[in-house]
């Protein structure tokens, strides 16, 4: 298995461009999920989704974040306009469906995005 | 908002020596699950644990769950170089959820 895929894996933008990541999760995983890491506030869940539809997008920092899952083998971050203030590596993950337990993740290389 | 705290930041270790990272969360959590990332990488699973007072352990590794369900700590004996990287642990919330809080991780560096 390729394992989760993420592109591009950087991405070096002017404030108020749009950004748009994506990723491809391990075929079969019915969960998808978005983080940011940054040094300051560590790794933070953006939002996820099961089975394509959205469950938790607490974590959506604001409206000018979206994300979409329109099939099971893709998924996209979008930031518009971005902000310096969003550089940051964001990572996605899936994970197979429950099985009696929580199942563990498996994250995607992420994106190291800049925005000057 | 549900909070996992994890100590200490950061780590300076010489090889051959242990290390321990501690994980405490303001609330019950269903299981705990620990991550490494080496630098410029990915986190990557290490483990699961979901049972009260459950101990695991990888070669070196030992894995705890607090009988609360509230603590969990790694600890590593006679560290290696390989061992370099940012340990989290993460953990899911009772009830269903699906969502993992993260720790803001340890990193450990190991001097040869």
């Known amino acids: 298995d390729a394992g989760v895929i993420q592109s591009p894996r950087h991405e070096v933008t002017e404030m108020g461009q749009e950004v748009t990541l994506r990723c491809k999760p391990i075929?079969?995983?019915?969960?998808l999920f978005w983080y940011r890491q940054t040094m300051m506030r560590g790794l933070e869940l953006l939002i996820y989704?099961?089975?394509?539809?959205?469950?938790?997008d607490s974590g959506m920092p604001e409206d000018r974040f979206s994300a979409k899952m329109p099939n099971a083998s893709f998924s996209t971050l979008k930031i518009q306009p971005s902000e310096p203030r969003d550089s940051a590596v964001y990572f996605c993950?899936?994970?197979?469906?429950?099985?009696?337990?929580?199942?563990?993740?498996?994250f995607g290389p992420g994106t190291r995005l800049l925005v000057l | 908002g549900q909070q996992v705290m994890q100590i200490p930041q950061y780590q300076h270790v010489q090889e051959g020596e242990d290390f321990t990272t501690y994980c405490n969360s303001s609330?019950?959590?269903?299981?705990i699950q620990w991550y490494k990332q080496r630098p410029g990488g990915h986190p990557v699973f290490l483990i699961q644990?979901?049972?009260?007072?459950e101990v695991k352990k990888q070669k070196r590794l030992t894995f705890q769950f607090g009988e609360a369900k509230k603590n969990s700590s790694l600890h590593i004996t006679a560290t290696q170089t390989t061992d370099v990287g940012t340990y989290f642990c993460?953990?899911?919330?009772?009830?269903?959820?699906?969502?993992?809080?993260f720790g803001k991780g340890t990193k450990l560096t190991v001097n040869p």
């Open positions: 993950a899936s994970s197979p469906a429950r099985s009696g337990g929580r199942e563990t993740q498996y």
């Open positions: 075929s079969g995983h019915d969960y």
């Open positions: 989704f099961n089975n394509n539809v959205p469950i938790d």
């Open positions: 609330t019950t959590l269903s299981n």
């Open positions: 644990l979901v049972k009260s007072g």
């Open positions: 993460a953990g899911m919330l009772k009830g269903g959820s699906e969502k993992l809080v």
